[in-house]
């Protein structure tokens, strides 16, 4: 258990938690902070920020964003963005209609399969959130054609299965620099899935990132094995980035995860918050 969790879903994006229900469940696991993360967008965030104030738990604003990167996924975290920034929510918009368009697409995809299922009834799976590929396997579980979330994957939703989609996505350096003109931290999710698992891969990968502006590695992350942790680890030292980490709880759609688990015991502290508040700040008090 530790007391923050920098990576977490809501019922904005493919969480199965509204933001305010986790602010109480994580205040009532005993958290101190937790960052909302959702997957292109922050519509959970005002409801989480004053859930947050009125229960005593500190709540980040926080999105993740995914971007081009042919070799794998990836994917960054933006950090104490201000969400009021036009030119964040502009972009945001943008990523919002593509994925629209790419849903309608999964859609056909799925009904060429033979798989009976239409929009409507993935937006009920997401009730007022944003559609995403879990809401899809939610509803093909519930009608029948696949026993559970990880099936619906395997078979057909993962990254070039049978009903995967593309949708437009950012460049990283656009992604950093809109995190960082809305006064935000840019972290790189979940490393493990660039599928760089040389030392020298990664460390080029990460060297042209740094220059792009990114500031932190999650090292800490409940599918990253302890090499997998010490190579991130070396690398973000070695390029003065902050270590961060989190469950990427998403609730019943990722059950074997639990908010606050699963990614070191106690391994990150307090402090980790505080270094991010502070490159913030010197950065703002900066020339
Ligand atoms: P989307 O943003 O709509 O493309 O969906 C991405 C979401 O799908 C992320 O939250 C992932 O957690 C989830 N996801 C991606 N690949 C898998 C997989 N193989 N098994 C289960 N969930 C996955
Ligand atoms: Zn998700
Ligand atoms: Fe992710
Ligand atoms: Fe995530």
Redo the contacts with the bound molecule.
């Keep these: 258990m530790n007391v923050i969790d920098l990576h977490v879903?809501t019922t904005a994006s493919?969480g199965t938690m509204s933001p305010a229900e986790l602010v109480r469940y994580a205040k009532g696991k005993g958290l101190r902070t937790i960052a909302i993360t959702d997957?292109d967008t922050i519509e959970g965030i005002e409801e989480g920020l004053q859930e947050g104030s009125k229960r005593g738990l500190e709540v980040i604003p926080g999105v993740e964003l995914?971007v081009d990167y042919s070799n794998g996924t990836m994917h960054l975290l933006g950090y104490y963005i201000d969400i009021t920034c036009t030119e964040l929510t502009d972009k945001l918009m943008v990523l919002q209609q593509a994925?629209a368009e790419r849903n309608l697409k999964m859609i056909d995809k799925l009904r060429a399969l033979g798989m009976e299922i239409d929009l409507a009834e993935v937006a009920t799976v997401a009730e007022h959130g944003q559609i995403?590929?879990?809401h899809f396997a939610q509803a093909m579980v519930k009608k029948g054609y696949v026993q559970n979330?990880?099936d619906a994957?395997?078979r057909y939703l993962?990254k070039g299965g049978p009903a995967y989609m593309e949708k437009f996505r950012l460049s990283a350096e656009e992604a950093i620099h809109v995190i960082r003109t809305a006064g935000g931290v840019t972290v790189l999710a979940h490393p493990f899935t660039l599928n760089q698992p040389q030392p020298h891969e990664f460390d080029a990968v990460i060297g042209e990132l740094k220059q792009r502006g990114l500031e932190g590695i999650e090292v800490h992350y409940p599918e990253h094995s302890e090499g997998q942790k010490k190579l991130y680890r070396d690398v973000a030292q070695q390029y003065g980035l902050l270590i961060t980490g989190g469950s990427?709880f998403?609730g019943l759609t990722?059950d074997a995860i639990d908010l606050g688990e699963g990614y070191g015991d106690g391994e990150l502290t307090h402090t980790i918050v505080e270094d991010m508040k502070s490159r913030r700040e010197t950065r703002r008090k900066g020339p």
């Design positions: 879903h493919d997957h995914s994925r995403g590929r879990p979330i990880p994957f395997d993962r990427d998403h990722k």
